[in-house]
């Protein structure tokens, strides 16, 4: 027979509610702007905002739960370039230890090293065109 201690019930209870509380009120801001000022933009940034609520307030996070802000904040890489590809580096080291796990850490380097070269390249073309054009007017 088990036996359950009330007071860790208890205390089980008070953590989730304490959880679902915090999210709810992290969230609550950019969904009331989404809301009064409906925009692409502020649906994806609500998104966005939501998503992160809950990956860092949930009671049990697991290192997967990273990848459910990746999508709106790579829809709004053109307003937040520096931030998203931060927040995707980042989310994508986070994730190492499965990566080990599953033997994938050759293909995470390879990747990871790629998409930061294509990064690379693109500011400096994008920086060279906006040089050009500026110098022409």
Not at 35 to 46: A, I, T, Y
Not at 105 to 118: E, K, N, P, R
């Amino acid at each position: 027979m088990v036996r359950f201690n009330s007071c860790s019930i208890h205390q089980r209870y008070l953590k989730s509610l304490y959880s679902s509380l915090t999210t709810l009120i992290a969230m609550t801001p950019s969904c009331i702007i989404a809301f009064l000022r409906p925009h692409d933009r502020n649906f994806l940034s609500s998104l966005f905002n939501t998503s992160m609520a809950f990956f860092l307030f949930s009671y049990q996070a697991h290192e997967k739960s990273i990848l459910l802000p990746l999508l709106p904040i790579t829809l709004l890489h053109v307003d937040y370039r520096y931030l998203s590809v931060w927040l995707i580096t980042t989310a994508s080291f986070s994730m190492v230890p499965l990566l080990v796990k599953d033997g994938l850490m050759l293909a995470y380097a390879v990747l990871q090293i790629g998409s930061i070269l294509v990064y690379l390249k693109y500011d400096a073309i994008r920086t060279s065109v906006l040089f050009y054009v500026s110098t022409a007017i």
